[in-house]
């Protein structure tokens, strides 16, 4: 559709040039404001694609925590199944021995096939696996039959999850002992090279470690190489704190006394390796001579150039020398207190033997002697009763039958254990065995003594009335 003309106007300069003025204030407003329109849609694209890659940063660190618990689970499960699987194959085995047959029948391999089968599948819930899980039950059966018509045992090498190196990012942790125990345990497990652990590394860090290296992911900074990750690994997790502790840890390092030269080496060079990166294996002989024990310095006579194999040769020597010489104090000292305890027990023994027969004695001469006052009992009553009619001859006489009476209890006292037969020390009248045939006589005589003495007692009471 064709425009509309419209009508001419005449005007005057003045008039046209201001209109003109006018129309260019309009359009230059008209511009602005389509800049600031844009410059406003501008800013809602950039805010929207930085929200927009926020959001896929942290789809792909979940993607990342979601892949490495899946793989850390599937290989438990593996685990697990190798583990059923030595099960089977050693009931297997029992049951083959018990059976005592060479090869089992078709039937049996099917149905100890098919037992298998029903096993893994009644623990499936338990392991939370599928298709990995019917594979493998599947591949169960052939696997039993190959092993029982070949009857050759097979080594399955089971890592336990506890001693896998894992490395968290704390300051206590050491990273190059972490890198070290890692290529070493990959390599003896899964058989992996340096471009296959680098694609696996982050099965292994933890924490600090793996949010870093997740953020290397999502920066699309991912070392392609090994060589580049130790390089970053070192740099990021390699602190001034650290340095300064391993600092202070290798000045105090001195060899214990109860540490072997061969316990102290690994200990040392462990320390050596993060502290002196630089330096070479003379460095570290000079190291080692300086903080092993003094006693085997002195003993080992290491000659200037010596290797570090030698030095640990002459070492280990000297601590055999050392070992037997303690050993041998050791036993010497242990048959002096087994010595000293003997004499100590012989000690004890004759002393208690002595105070039995000493205890034994004095109850025989403690009998003897009531048996002698019992005899004497009723001449010293009769003797009491006539002393109230003489006050002089009686009081003389009870002196001195006192002092008789106190001498002889005294002298029985003092040597409670002489022969009154032989008048030989350790054995009483009554056992004596020279007194088989006197007995008799003895015992008369000293009961006519007694006699006699009592009478002449009651003559003299009668001749002083």
């Not at 893994?120 to 338990?126: H, R």
């Not at 462990?270 to 570290?284: H, L, R």
């Not at 002489?418 to 003895?442: E, L, V």
Request: charged share 25%; proline share 4%.
């Amino acid at each position: 559709m064709a425009p509309k003309k419209t009508p001419s106007e005449t005007l005057s300069i003045e008039k046209a040039v201001q209109r003109i003025h006018e129309m260019c204030v309009n359009n230059a407003e008209r511009v602005k404001k389509l800049e600031e329109q844009y410059n406003q849609m501008l800013q809602n694209f950039t805010q929207k694609h930085e929200e927009i890659e926020a959001r896929i940063v942290n789809i792909q660190s979940q993607n990342s925590e979601m892949h490495m618990k899946t793989t850390s689970t599937l290989e438990e499960n593996k685990q697990q199944i190798d583990e059923i699987k030595q099960q089977c194959n050693e009931m297997m085995r029992i049951l083959h021995s018990l059976t005592n047959t060479e090869q089992l029948e078709p039937e049996n391999i099917h149905e100890a096939s098919k037992t298998a089968s029903n096993y893994l599948t009644s623990i499936q819930p338990a392991l939370n696996i599928a298709d990995h899980l019917n594979n493998t039950s599947k591949s169960v059966p052939s696997f039993l039959t190959n092993e029982i018509q070949t009857q050759r045992s097979q080594t399955i090498m089971i890592p336990s999850p506890t001693t896998i190196p894992t490395f968290s990012g704390k300051c206590l942790e050491s990273p190059n002992q972490f890198l070290i125990r890692i290529q070493e345990y990959t390599e003896a497990v899964y058989g992996w090279n340096q471009t296959t652990l680098l694609f696996h590394i982050s099965e292994f860090l933890r924490g600090t470690a793996l949010n870093w290296y997740c953020q290397l992911t999502a920066t699309h900074q991912r070392p392609k190489i090994w060589a580049e990750f130790v390089r970053l690994f070192l740099s990021q997790f390699n602190p001034h704190v650290r340095t300064v502790s391993h600092k202070q840890e290798w000045l105090q390092c001195k060899q214990w006394e109860d540490e072997t030269i061969s316990e102290f080496l690994i200990r040392l060079r462990s320390i050596w390796f993060e502290q002196k990166p630089k330096e070479t294996e003379a460095d570290f002989i000079k190291h080692l001579l300086c903080k092993m024990r003094s006693d085997l310095f002195t003993m080992m006579g290491v000659s200037p150039g010596a290797s570090l194999d030698e030095i640990i040769l002459k070492a280990q020597k000297v601590e055999e020398i050392l070992y037997l010489r303690n050993e041998e104090q050791r036993v010497t000292e242990y048959f002096k207190q087994i010595s000293f305890k003997d004499n100590t027990l012989d000690t004890h023994k004759h002393r208690n033997g002595n105070d039995i027969n000493h205890h034994k004695s004095t109850q025989f001469s403690n009998l003897e002697y009531s048996l002698n006052e019992q005899d004497a009992s009723p001449q010293r009553n009769k003797y009491y009763t006539k002393e109230q009619w003489n006050d002089d001859e009686s009081s003389q006489n009870a002196n001195s039958n006192a002092q008789f009476t106190v001498d002889h209890s005294s002298s029985k006292t003092s040597n409670p254990i002489k022969c009154g037969s032989c008048g030989i020390f350790g054995h009483y009248t009554k056992i004596c065995p020279n007194n088989n045939a006197n007995n008799y006589q003895s015992s008369t005589s000293n009961s006519h003594s007694k006699n006699a003495h009592g009478a002449l007692r009651e003559r003299n009471l009668d001749a002083h009335p």
